[in-house]
């Protein structure tokens, strides 16, 4: 069964300073990897998507991820954050079946 | 397009009586999906469609919970009789097909008193 873990609950980080987010799968199957942000009291929107192709993968918001297969991982990242992007940051996979199958969610809360 | 369209955004109701949560697909989509979210269980997937037919309700708590969906834009979910533990955002979300990224609505707000 698929599955994802996100190593973190929360990131905290100040303002123009690089940020990793990390997220890691477990699948046995080819996987389509997403990457979701969740302002507060609002629906999830999504970043990026790694369906098949180059490796990194570039979203919305200056947003980057990398899909490594031998690590199982699929990294977000953005070199300098807003105060804009505090948010609670969702990685997800989708099953055989069709279902996302989300991470517990990661929020980063950037400080000025 | 307008999304996925919710409604209400919000609903307060005592505990025992029915709820309807609605949901407006975009329009051409052909999966729709029904999450709730809470602080304790995080996102979950509670039933999902294609081309209006339901394929898994596995994530649907109990019989107290049903989803329909009637036709290619529009669903709705039922919590009858609903309990204080029944308290979340509900969101819908559709997809064009099954294995492709999913749009989310902005949720329903769920108050069980």
């Known amino acids: 069964a698929q599955s994802v873990t996100q190593l973190d609950s929360q990131v905290p980080v100040f303002e123009e300073a690089p940020v990793e987010l990390r997220c890691n799968y477990s699948?046995?199957?080819?996987?389509?990897l997403f990457w979701y942000v969740q302002y507060p009291n609002q629906g999830l929107q999504l970043l990026l998507k790694?369906?098949?192709?180059?490796?990194l993968v570039k979203g919305i918001n200056g947003f980057e991820a990398e899909f490594n297969k031998s690590q199982t991982s699929f990294h977000l990242r953005k070199p300098s954050v807003h105060i804009s992007d505090t948010a609670e940051y969702f990685c997800a996979v989708i099953s055989t079946g069709g279902k996302l199958i989300f991470g517990q969610g990661t929020e980063l809360s950037v400080k000025p | 397009d307008a999304g996925v369209i919710q409604s209400p955004r919000h609903e307060v109701t005592e505990m025992g009586q029915e709820v309807t949560l609605r949901c407006k697909p975009i329009?051409?989509?052909?999966?729709l999906f029904w999450y709730r979210q809470t602080m304790m269980r995080g996102l979950e997937l509670l039933i999902y469609f294609n081309n209006n037919v339901p394929i898994d309700d596995s994530g649907m708590p109990e019989d107290r919970f049903s989803a329909k969906m009637p036709n290619a834009s529009f669903s709705t979910l039922k919590i009858q009789p609903s309990e204080p533990r029944d308290s979340a955002v509900y969101f819908c979300?559709?997809?064009?097909?099954?294995?492709?990224?999913?749009?989310f609505g902005p949720g329903t707000r769920l108050t069980v008193t």
């Open positions: 329009s051409g989509h052909n999966s």
């Open positions: 699948s046995s199957v080819s996987v389509y």
């Open positions: 790694y369906l098949s192709g180059s490796t």
């Open positions: 979300a559709s997809s064009p097909a099954l294995l492709d990224e999913q749009y």
